[in-house]
């Protein structure tokens, strides 16, 4: 089971920090993502991290911006975003499955949170 935590409603160029737990320990073999879909679009990579090795990958749209990471002592992927721009309004979501390290599509990832809601206002 994955939660998220940390959305909210900010201004253009602000930031946000997204946290997602797992329930149970990950092993070495997950990768962890984010999502994000905004009202009438499909469902859009964000970022990714290996939870053994820790290294990451992300969407153009996103990078120099976005920061994923990982605490292993506490189960949680967090998301840093800042420069946000109006276009990142959007619901965001955290993702997790196993050897799926690289894959950008969300058919790729087995488990999913409830979402949390980033508004960015102009």
């Known amino acids: 089971q994955l939660v998220e935590s940390g959305g909210g409603l900010v201004q253009s160029g602000g930031s946000l920090r997204l946290s997602c737990t797992a329930s149970?320990?990950?092993?070495?073999?997950?990768?962890m993502g984010w999502f994000r879909q905004a009202p009438g679009k499909e469902r859009e990579f964000v970022a990714a991290i290996s939870w053994r090795s820790g290294e990451t990958y992300y969407a153009d749209t996103v990078k120099g911006r976005f920061t994923i990471s990982r605490d292993n002592a506490k189960n949680t992927v967090l998301l840093q975003m800042n420069s946000l721009k109006p276009e990142d309004t959007a619901v965001y979501y955290c993702?997790?499955?196993?050897?799926?390290?690289?894959?950008?599509?969300?058919?790729?990832?087995?488990?999913w949170g409830q979402g949390t809601q980033v508004t960015v206002s102009s």
């Open positions: 993702a997790a499955d196993r050897w799926i390290y690289g894959s950008r599509a969300a058919g790729s990832f087995g488990s």
């Open positions: 149970g320990r990950p092993d070495n073999s997950y990768t």
